[in-house]
């Protein structure tokens, strides 16, 4: 494949971002919409580059540009995902031909489609955002979750345990394999306390690169994190199958890490920290 532009993914990784409403997808939720773009950008590229295993599909017989490939791969799956902001992602995506010289009937543009079907189709029955959600308001009993001020809302997206992950078995594969330590032992106080002496407002333990780490994820970490792998593929990589591969697995990782962390959260019901 040519090193022509590997941060047309980067790219669309941005515009992902973008895209995401955070406010309405709380907790892990967004690592799911993330995971789903690039495993679609991955396997559109790979049609292509042919030098990893395709995820959802194998295309073959690619022609055209694949940078229409990856747009339209990351089009599709966002719009799929978002369907009230169609319009502004129609918008994003002509610009973006356009710019980069390519016309609507490239045929990357089939590529990328083709793409984008399979992983909403291999996606369709997962789990995610369903029709009746299980609310799971707390309990009052010492140890056990219990929501927390201001809003004191119920345990955020508690279907997320039992998504189908992305490359587990499924989402019991690594569940904590122990309870949390006993309230009443040493290591229970003392996993306390060193949170509380590190979670200080005022005379913290932190360090000063602890604290700006802090500020720096404080927002959604699926965000952040993305805008960790754009610095990584900027700087390291110039050759968009990398890129491609790049933003996949990290993505995929990252969504099968939380789905299998809510499934511990929830098995064991503890409260914070």
Known sequence: LPTARADAVVDWNIITGQTIPFATRPGGAPGLDYAMVHAAIHDAVQAYDRRFEPYAVDITGASGSPVAAVAKAAHDVLVARFPAQT????????????KHGLSQDDPGVFVGRLAAASIIALRANDGSWPANPPVIPGGTEPGEWRPTPPAFAPFAVAWLGTVTPFTLKDSTQFRVNQPPPDLRSRKYAD????????????NSARTLEQTDLAHFYADNAFLYWNRALQGIANTYLDNMGDSARLFALCNM???DAVITSWDSKLYYNFWRP
Not at 191 to 202: I, P
């Open 191 to 202: 996993d306390y306390n060193e949170v509380k002496a590190l979670g200080a407002l005022t």
């Open 87 to 98: 319009a502004s992602l129609d918008t994003n995506y002509d610009a973006y031909l356009a």
């Open 253 to 255: 990782a990252m969504a």
